[in-house]
T-cell receptor, first 110, second 114 residues
């Protein structure tokens, strides 16, 4: 089992749709969580951190469920410019350990 | 304008040659990292450095070497011992290697070895 798993997609959605991605992690000692966005042939860019209480940034909402060991990203009112690969990232305490998921591809179509 | 720079953007080499990829940051971050990304796969950690003159192997260090002589710079050498060097190489930095710190990435170098 991979330490961080994501549905690779692709998710094909129309503009204006709401889409949700999930990510599961295997290490219960994981401490912090992030979502990154990666455009084709570009570097990953931090989209948002994920807090235990859940957090929102405009059209994006991230949630963490420690009991079930998964995090989620919800995108509302999808834009064409949201088309990208979304990477789930998990940091573990007690020594440096950052694991990147393989990513979920999103295509938003007009 | 703070950030991470990597050069060159594209690099072509013949098999058997060593090649060094540059990474510079002006974010005053203590920690720096090198990752490799292959098509359709997640990032894999090659080396990381928590402080000047110190670095540790990541998950796939074989065939690679690094140095950290200055806080701002963390060059990666891909040696001829690396069996499959063609990949997208990403350098990143963070304030520290503590678990709460997010990483910021440079634009990457695409290395092709033939």
């Amino acid at each position: 089992r991979k330490e961080v798993e994501q549905d690779p997609g692709p998710f094909n959605v129309p503009e204006g749709a709401t889409v949700a991605f999930n990510c599961t992690y295997s290490n219960s000692a994981s401490q912090s969580f992030f979502w990154y966005r990666q455009d084709c042939r570009k570097e990953p860019k931090l989209l948002m951190s994920v807090y235990s209480s859940g957090n929102e940034d405009g059209r994006f909402t991230a949630q963490l469920n420690r009991a079930s060991q998964y995090i989620s990203l919800l995108i509302r009112d999808s834009k064409l410019s949201d088309s990208a690969t979304y990477l789930c990232v998990v940091n573990t305490a007690g020594g440096f350990k950052t694991i990147f998921g393989a990513g979920t591809r999103l295509f938003v179509k007009a | 304008d703070g950030g991470i720079t990597q050069s060159p953007k594209y690099l072509f080499r013949k098999e058997g040659q060593n090649v060094t990829l540059s990474c510079e940051q002006n974010l005053n971050h203590d920690a720096m990292y090198w990752y490799r990304q292959d098509p359709g796969q997640g990032l894999r950690l090659i080396y990381y450095s928590q402080i000047v003159n110190d670095f540790q192997k990541g998950d796939i260090a074989e065939g690679y070497s690094v140095s950290r002589e200055k806080k701002e710079s963390f060059p990666l050498t891909v040696t001829s011992a690396q069996k499959n060097p063609t990949a997208f190489y990403l350098c990143a930095s963070s304030m520290s290697t503590g678990a709460t710190y997010e990483q910021y990435f440079g634009p990457g170098t695409r290395l092709t070895v033939t």
